[in-house]
């Protein structure tokens, strides 16, 4: 991040979030952007920035206590105005930037304690409509499966496991490839999710036995990368990246379009296969999961059409015909 595009209070409330919340980095670097694009608009719709700099290079530098002060809930909503008709910003991403805005707010009244009152505490988020998440069918997870499996390729064992950890088990991509050996006992993994939250993933067979033919073919290695599981070629902990280029090619292997399936949505399907065909309770399919809000969870137990016209056929009085 430019020093220009950075000022202090953004600064101490992202040390907060980042040594206190243990939010990712990534999640930090979304915050920053979102702050950094509200100050820029406030900045310009007040006219304290020249017309003829470019949005994208406004300083500002100049917002410090007094200015935060002064801010208030009308300039809130011009902004999501402006992120709506200017920026042509989806409601998701809308309410992404409300929720940066929220907590930075939050965190000036109540931790860093520089406002009296907090102007966001009013600020509303658009209507965000539950879309059923995409997943992938037990047949075309069959078949990926199968595909790893045909691989000849030397890390056809490593692949392989790695798809039969995420449809068994619907780790997140963070918590696959950060996976040290030794956080395998027996039939249980342990896996740090978000939040830094520590959770066991029991293993069932289809796991077991991927893991033991994956470790009997997995190279010996020194050093720092010595007791991460899964390695890349180059005998390195495998990074997100790898996972994600490796699974988008077996996903275009068997006829499916990378836009639409990525690693998330194995996570998706994993969740989607327990809840169909185990009859998965939803609170254990949120311990599964690792999801702090049940709510979270609520969006992988979408049910199939056929269940649902089996539901209308199930009504006793579907056999009831107009006698003639």
């Not at 939010?23 to 900045?43: G, H, Q």
């Not at 965190?107 to 505490?121: C, F, S």
């Not at 327990?274 to 979270?296: F, N, P």
Request: net charge positive; glycine share 2%; proline share 3%.
């Amino acid at each position: 991040m430019k020093p220009e595009q950075s000022c202090y209070w953004i600064d101490q409330f992202l040390d907060y979030f980042q040594a206190i919340k243990e939010r990712s980095p990534n999640t930090i670097k979304e915050y920053r952007y979102d702050l950094v694009l509200f100050l820029r608009f406030v900045l310009r719709r007040r006219g304290l920035i020249d017309m003829s700099v470019e949005f994208e290079n406004i300083s500002i530098t100049q917002v410090d206590e007094d200015f935060l002060k002064s801010i208030k809930l009308t300039e809130m909503y011009a902004f999501v105005s402006w992120l709506s008709t200017e920026r042509k910003n989806s409601p998701n991403a809308r309410a992404r930037r409300i929720s940066s805005i929220r907590s930075f707010f939050n965190y000036l009244k109540n931790k860093a304690r520089i406002l009296e009152e907090n102007p966001a505490a009013d600020l509303e988020s658009p209507k965000l409509v539950k879309k059923l998440p995409r997943h992938l069918t037990l047949d075309e997870s069959q078949q990926l499966l199968a595909k790893a499996a045909a691989n000849p390729s030397e890390w056809s064992s490593r692949d392989y496991c790695i798809i039969t950890l995420f449809l068994n088990c619907g780790l997140r991509l963070s918590e696959l490839c950060s996976i040290d050996i030794d956080n395998i006992k027996e039939d249980t993994l342990t896996v740090i999710g978000k939040g830094a939250k520590e959770r066991t993933v029991y293993l069932n067979s289809a796991c077991l036995s991927a893991l033991n033919d994956y470790l009997e073919d997995r190279p010996q290695v020194e050093g720092s990368h010595a007791r991460a599981l899964f390695l890349s070629r180059l005998k390195r902990r495998i990074s997100p990246k790898t996972v994600q280029w490796t699974i988008k090619n077996y996903i275009i292997s068997i006829g499916l379009d990378p836009k639409r399936y990525s690693v998330h949505k194995l996570r998706h399907t994993a969740a989607t296969l327990m809840y169909k065909y185990g009859k998965v309770d939803i609170r254990a399919l949120q311990a599964i999961l690792g999801h702090s809000s049940i709510s979270t969870t609520e969006i992988y137990t979408h049910i199939d059409q056929d269940a649902l016209h089996n539901a209308v056929e199930s009504n006793p009085l579907s056999k009831i015909r107009k006698e003639k």
